[in-house]
């Protein structure tokens, strides 16, 4: 008597996946909407609903075969043309089109299925056996070899059987009937392996076909936005026995921040058709990490942009955005700094003062003197009005827009029409500005953590995008925490305060310098860490960039409300650039409060107003009993009606 042959079911039995077979669906409704998402209707720029919609073209499909007595089967191909027609605004079917899709799903099958332990005992007992392949599935037998062919088998497989190409299931018999048809055999030279407890069990049974039975495990999908998933920061942590160590898992707690500011504006770039995403510095040094995180272990499929940095500042830029030295155009720095000194106006510029001086001496202008709204300033509008000044200072302005359009040429970027797109840290995107009124033909989208109201009219070829939304919370807790956030995505490498043949100058304050060596990079190292390992679950269950909203913004709380002991010590320890605007260095290095003072609650209570992240100076001090009685005062406010 002849060997009984074996065939196995492929899904769940020699074959599983990392995620929920619906998961695979949604990373096909990804593609779709990111590759074509200026031909969808607007209802289909959401991956849910082209999911719901394939399913439902699935569904009806099965129901118009059981209409007529068949099996309800189908075929991707046809899925695909019919979600052509009814997703796009232009009603069309493309095969082309349709095979594009159906490969795009199996790439995605392939990174996310893995040989089934449980299958290799089996394997061995059977492996003097033919062995197949019956599997109830909607593509062919051709794509589903592609799939297996991708993972290294103990066995060889005679032949895989679909149902797809028979319009045969197994849930019918139908298929099982066709398989031992064309091999000439009979039911009871047949052994199958599966795991589905009817189709796979029942059914053979009662053909008389021997059956294995493989352990069936249930995953949960629903098709819904923010549905939830677990990052596990835990697998990358290191012990808590040194400070460089609690940093580094700081940082991956920190670490969503990165990444999904870089999904975000990846995303949009592919949808947008973006070939470079342009990342400022100083910030966009430590952005353009998690944008090449991402683009090493693709989550897309389609192709990540090219991320390049763009030496740039504010003083860098500022002086040579102005047409000329007047009032009106200063303006748009002095509606931010309304109060100046022309040393810091000329610092703000990054313009020595020293040849200006007599011109100051000359209209009676103390250089270190604060002035109150220069452009009412009758000795400043003098001095505007003065024809050899603005003549030597103009030269000096046109100077730093050459030497400026000078760097940007050596990096391939004109005063033309291609779009560009630009990505800093925020807060009302003045760098963004600035390159716009000097690529006026330009027009230039920007991306930031998030923005705050503008103080002057926008350049008409601008569009700025925030990640972060929410206005409440970016009043009530952004506001107090900016210095933080510059903070903990800091470089140690300067700040670029002019140009000369072509490159970038930069200036590096030691003290500033020392704290990112000091503390930040091992921030930014668990930043990375974790970023790498939000990237491989993101790989396996797709998601659109603005499922994580809620997610980021209950980070911003935390770090505001309850901060880390480490970070508020940190933070306390550091060296900020300020000199755009007031010519100056921010140091905290001077908050510490005495013993006896922690218990003065007047001067505290003194301090703490004149704090903007109080939560970060009652733990540095530790008198947290402060919130207690602040508490007490806002109910006391709140019940009396005072402000």
């Known amino acids: ?375 009412f300033n009758v000795n400043v509008q003098a001095l505007c009005r003065d024809e050899e000044f603005l003549e030597k200072i103009n030269k000096e302005i046109k100077r730093k827009r050459e030497e400026l359009l000078e760097y940007f040429a050596k990096r391939k970027i004109k005063n033309d029409n291609t779009p560009m797109l630009t990505v800093d840290i925020g807060w009302r995107g003045t760098i963004q500005d600035n390159i716009a009124y000097i690529f006026d033909n330009k027009f230039i989208t920007g991306f930031y953590i998030t923005l705050y109201d503008y103080y002057n009219v926008q350049p008409k070829n601008t569009k700025k995008i925030k990640f972060i939304k929410n206005r409440q919370l970016i009043l009530e807790d952004i506001s107090s925490i900016i210095t933080v956030l510059e903070m903990i995505f800091s470089s140690n490498t300067g700040s670029v305060i002019e140009y000369k043949n072509g490159e970038a100058i930069r200036k590096l304050k030691k003290e500033e310098i020392q704290t990112v060596q000091k503390y930040i990079d091992f921030i930014q190292q668990g930043m990375n860490e974790g970023a790498k390992v939000i990237n491989e679950a993101m790989k396996i269950h797709p998601f659109e960039a603005q499922e994580f909203d809620t997610y980021v913004e209950n980070i911003i709380r935390k770090i505001k409300n309850n901060p880390d002991p480490d970070l508020v010590n940190v933070y306390y320890d550091l060296v900020m650039n300020d000199t755009f605007g007031t010519g100056k260095y921010i140091s905290k290095k001077n908050e510490k409060l005495g013993k006896l003072e922690r218990f003065n609650i007047i001067k505290c209570r003194r301090k703490l107003r004149a704090e903007l992240w109080k939560e970060a100076y009652m733990k540095y001090n530790h008198i947290e009993y402060m919130k207690g009685l602040m508490g007490v005062k806002d109910i006391l406010r709140k019940i009396t009606g005072r402000k």
């Not at 919609?53 to 695909?80: H, Q, W």
């Not at 748009?332 to 022309?342: A, D, E, F, I």
Request: charged residues 35%; contains cysteine; aromatic residues 14%.
């Open 1 to 375: 008597m002849n060997k009984k042959i074996i065939s196995f079911d492929i899904w769940d039995t020699i074959i599983k996946r990392k995620c929920h077979p619906e998961e695979t669906k949604l990373y096909t409704a990804k593609y779709i909407m990111l590759k074509y998402n200026k031909e969808l209707k607007e209802k289909y720029k959401d991956i849910y609903q082209i999911l719901i919609k394939r399913d439902e073209i699935e569904a009806n499909f099965c129901k118009e075969m059981e209409e007529k007595g068949l099996d309800t089967e189908y075929r991707i191909l046809d899925v695909f043309n019919k979600l052509q027609k009814e997703i796009f605004i232009e009603e069309k079917t493309s095969n082309e089109i349709s095979q594009e899709w159906i490969k795009a799903e199996i790439e995605q099958e392939k990174e996310v299925t893995y040989i089934n332990p449980d299958i290799l005992p089996i394997f061995e007992k059977y492996k003097d056996r033919k062995m197949y392949c019956i599997s109830d599935f909607y593509m062919t037998s051709e794509n589903l070899k592609e799939i297996l062919d991708n993972l290294n088998f103990p066995v060889r497989f005679e032949k895989i059987y679909s149902s797809a190409d028979y319009l045969l299931n197994k849930k019918s018999g139908n298929l099982y009937k066709k398989f031992e048809e064309e091999l000439n055999i009979k039911p009871e030279d047949h052994i199958h392996v599966g795991d589905n407890p009817f189709s796979d069990i029942q059914v053979a049974q009662q053909l008389g076909i021997e059956t294995i039975q493989i352990k069936k495990e249930e995953l949960y999908f629903e098709p819904k936005r923010e549905r939830t998933i677990n990052f596990d920061y835990e697998k990358i942590k290191k012990d808590k026995s040194t400070l460089e160590n609690r940093l580094f898992n700081l940082g991956t707690e920190l670490s969503p921040l990165l990444y999904f500011f870089n999904y975000n504006i990846i995303e949009y770039a592919i949808k947008n058709n973006i070939d470079i995403v342009y990342y400022f510095t100083r910030e966009g040094e430590r952005f353009i990490k998690g944008h090449d995180i991402i683009a090493e272990n693709n989550p897309f499929t389609l192709d990540v942009p090219k991320a390049e940095l763009l030496e740039v500042s504010r003083m860098a830029t500022f002086s040579a955005s102005l047409n000329e030295f007047s009032i009106a155009e200063l303006l748009r720095l002095w509606s931010q700094y309304r109060v100046q000194s022309m040393t810091a106006l000329f610092k703000t510029l990054a313009i020595d003062i020293e040849p200006y001086k007599p011109y100051m001496g000359k209209y009676d202008i103390n250089i270190n003197e604060d002035i109150v709204e220069p452009w």
